[in-house]
């Protein structure tokens, strides 16, 4: 079975700018989750989807934002961007229970100059 | 509270034991992940306690005691490829985790 799959691998931008990054999760899997690692803060959680409806979100701007088709891929965008921003955003796909394993993508390095 | 502590740093010789601890808060518990990431890839899963006690899975094993807020993943027989970090997180509420600043391994010859 194909892991979680993310376009683009690599990523570079400038301030102001917006971004949206995707998601394919493992097959049969309905729950995506996006993450944001950086040096400082580690790994933060940004919101969660499951069947197209955003169920949990993190402490993050409203900057941020998600959504989920019917096939369950997901997509994140970022708008105005920010140097700060520059992360490796990782998603993570789960089965449709609420407490299920999270397996990774390669993740999408974002350069924001 | 959503602290989780873990060690930042520890090393190990090869073909020894090692523990790696991590606390947290215990409210609103689901459930502790461990996951271990080399430099530059993504987060692969180890082990996941929701009950009290002993995960063993081969080298790795995970122990879990909710009432103290206490985990720690034990890794045997080191091997150099297992130096990389490993991140203690929480779950809460639906499929969010909260994870540890991760703890880096150096397993040497």
């Known amino acids: 079975k194909a892991g979680v799959t993310q376009t683009p691998r690599y990523l570079i931008k400038t301030r102001g700018q917006q971004v949206t990054l995707s998601c394919s999760p493992i097959s049969g899997h309905r729950s995506v989750s996006w993450y944001q690692q950086t040096p400082g803060q580690g790994l933060q959680f940004l919101f969660e989807?499951?069947?197209?409806?955003?169920?949990n979100k993190g402490n993050f701007p409203g900057r941020f934002s998600g959504r989920q088709f019917s096939n369950s891929r997901s997509e994140m965008n970022v708008s105005t961007l920010e140097l700060g921003d520059s992360a490796l955003y990782l998603c993570?796909?789960?089965?449709?229970?609420?407490?299920?394993?999270?397996?990774f993508g390669p993740g999408t390095r974002l350069t924001v100059l | 509270g959503q602290n989780i502590d873990q060690p930042t740093e520890m090393t190990a010789t090869e073909g020894a034991i090692v523990q790696i601890n991590c606390t947290y808060q215990?409210?609103?518990?689901?459930?502790l992940f461990w996951y271990q990431q080399h430099a530059g890839e993504a987060p692969t899963f180890l082990s996941y306690?929701?009950?009290?006690g002993l995960e063993e899975k081969g080298r790795f094993s995970s122990f879990l005691s909710r009432s103290k807020g206490y985990s720690y993943l034990l890794l045997k027989e080191l091997q150099m490829k297992d130096s990389a970090s490993y991140l203690c997180a929480v779950i809460r509420g639906y499929n969010k985790l909260i994870f540890g600043a991760g703890t880096r391994l150096a397993v040497h010859p």
């Open positions: 993570a796909s789960s089965q449709d229970r609420e407490a299920d394993t999270q397996y």
């Open positions: 306690n929701v009950l009290d």
């Open positions: 215990t409210s609103g518990f689901n459930g």
């Open positions: 989807y499951f069947s197209e409806t955003q169920r």
